[in-house]
Nanobody, 119 residues
């Protein structure tokens, strides 16, 4: 089992910044891709950004140039630096972790952290 714990959400005015963190832990598991998803009220959950264990990144178009995903492999932690936040970024942000144990792949989700952008 892998534990996934997010932190860093909160309330911010438009144009402001927040940094989310997600720490994964599990004995014997190798952590592979790490992803940030978000779900706004009444909308489907969407992939915001992902990063491989080698550091390759991918972003949804709506956050390109504003959000930066990074990770610390030694700590099995992924970060999402969010700048120039807009009201439409308001959502619950979830961390998704792909992990490997022996030869099997597993997916784990965090509990989510609320981000609210409002004046």
């Amino acid at each position: 089992q892998v534990q996934v714990v997010e932190s860093g959400g909160g309330y911010v005015q438009p144009g402001g910044s927040l940094r989310l963190s997600c720490a994964a832990s599990g004995n014997g598991f190798a952590i592979n891709d790490m992803e940030w998803h978000r779900q706004a009220p009444g909308k489907q959950r969407e992939l915001v950004a992902d990063i491989t264990s080698g550091g390759s990144t991918n972003y949804v178009d709506s956050v390109k140039g504003r959000f930066t995903i990074s990770r610390d492999n030694a700590k099995n932690t992924v970060y999402l630096q969010m700048n120039s936040l807009k009201p439409e970024d308001t959502a619950v942000y979830y961390c998704k972790v792909r992990a490997r144990y022996d030869l099997r792949q597993y997916i784990y989700w965090g509990q989510g952290t609320q981000v609210t952008v409002s004046s």
